[in-house]
């Protein structure tokens, strides 16, 4: 079992090595998006922040139009609120990490 781990990271790391920037970026953003991470999503109307969410394990989407242009809202599942739609603009997004006691 240990043999064909390091045969697949092997293989992985002269994939990842042989591929351009922009094409890692791109598979280490479907790798997030795969494993997922939980987020905080605040939003701030006159530097204060009026309203938080917690995204569980989920991701975040920004709306686009035909042309491939941001509309300007984020589009989240929130854990207790449910759907949620939000302007870019006044949002800020964290990772969430919940802290020990």
Do not use: H
Not at 24 to 35: M, S, T, V, Y
Not at 68 to 77: C, E, I
């Amino acid at each position: 079992m240990k043999k064909l781990l390091y045969v697949l990271l092997f293989i992985s790391f002269f994939f990842v090595v042989g591929c351009t920037e922009e094409s890692r970026n791109k598979i280490f953003r479907e790798a997030d998006n795969i494993l997922g991470k939980d987020l905080q999503v605040s939003y701030i109307d006159s530097g204060k922040v009026v309203k938080t969410w917690i995204v569980r394990d989920s991701k975040i989407t920004a709306g686009k139009d035909e042309s491939g242009r941001v509309l300007g809202y984020y589009y989240f599942w929130s854990e207790k609120k449910g759907y949620v739609q939000i302007p870019i603009e006044r949002t800020i997004i964290e990772e969430y990490r919940k802290v020990a006691n």
